[in-house]
């Protein structure tokens, strides 16, 4: 079984950084693609940043210069450090894996940004 447990978000001023954490329950390595999404109230769920097992990174156009994907195998971990956030970037971030066909999310943390 398969679990992501995201933690870090919180309220925060425009500006400020916060940095997400999503532990997975079992190795990291087994997945080929460890991703970031968020989902805003009324809008639909888009991809923040992805980073594959050979470490190609994206970034949505709207948060490229001010989030860091990262992934640390070793302590099966993905981190998502975000700087100069702007209230577009309220959302409810989700952890997101992928082996071949198969996803896995997890539950969401709240991340706030006030203007």
């Known amino acids: 079984q398969v679990q992501l447990v995201e933690s870090g978000g919180g309220l925060v001023q425009a500006g400020g950084s916060l940095r997400l954490s999503c532990a997975a329950s079992?190795?990291?390595?087994?997945?080929?693609?460890m991703a970031w999404y968020r989902q805003a109230p009324g809008k639909q769920r888009e991809l923040v940043a992805s980073?594959?097992?050979?470490?190609?990174?994206n970034y949505a156009d709207s948060v490229k210069g001010r989030f860091t994907i990262s992934r640390d195998n070793a302590r099966n971990t993905v981190h998502l450090q975000m700087n100069s956030l702007k209230p577009e970037d309220t959302a409810v971030y989700y952890c997101?894996?992928?082996?071949?066909?198969?996803?896995?999310w997890g539950q969401g943390t709240q991340v706030t940004v006030s203007s």
């Open positions: 997101h894996a992928a082996h071949d066909y198969t996803v896995w």
């Open positions: 079992v190795s990291t390595t087994g997945f080929h693609v």
């Open positions: 980073i594959g097992s050979d470490s190609i990174i």
